[in-house]
């Protein structure tokens, strides 16, 4: 499947369970890891838990498999799956402001879905 078809199916599953701040940055060239990262805040550590379990079944449902899962929101915060060629940051609203890692790559291109 193309990366960005892919993306819009992980892009509309957060929309679609209210996921916030939803930011899409195309890292392709500037990081060795992946080619994108998708950012988005939950409301509570059950909420960004969930956010994740939607995503990996819709991906999954779309022959995209997880290939890792770190952090529980319960503990961080903060959880990361990651697909391959696309990385999704799950955060609540106060740690996101505090890592604020979409300035760590401010150069990159973001993607409007």
């Given at each position: 499947?193309?990366d960005?078809?892919?993306?819009?199916?992980?892009?509309?599953?957060?929309?679609?369970?209210?996921?916030?701040?939803?930011?899409?940055?195309?890292?392709?060239?500037?990081?060795?890891?992946?080619?994108?990262?998708?950012?988005?805040?939950?409301?509570?550590?059950?909420?960004?838990?969930?956010?994740?379990?939607?995503?990996?079944?819709?991906?999954?449902?779309?022959?995209?498999?997880?290939?890792?899962?770190?952090?529980?929101?319960?503990?961080?915060?903060?959880a990361?799956?990651?697909?391959?060629?696309?990385?999704?940051?799950?955060?609540?609203?106060?740690?996101?402001?505090?890592?604020?890692?979409?300035?760590?790559?401010?150069?990159?291109?973001?993607?409007?879905f």
């Open positions: 499947m193309e960005l078809k892919a993306i819009k199916i992980l892009t509309r599953t957060l929309s679609a369970k209210k996921a916030e701040d939803i930011v899409v940055l195309d890292v392709r060239g500037k990081s060795s890891i992946t080619d994108f990262f998708v950012i988005a805040t939950g409301n509570s550590y059950v909420h960004v838990n969930a956010l994740l379990n939607y995503v990996k079944q819709d991906m999954q449902d779309a022959g995209i498999p997880l290939l890792h899962r770190e952090g529980t929101a319960k503990d961080s915060h903060w990361v799956i990651d697909f391959g060629f696309v990385i999704l940051h799950v955060f609540t609203d106060d740690l996101r402001t505090e890592y604020n890692i979409e300035s760590i790559w401010g150069d990159a291109k973001k993607i409007e």
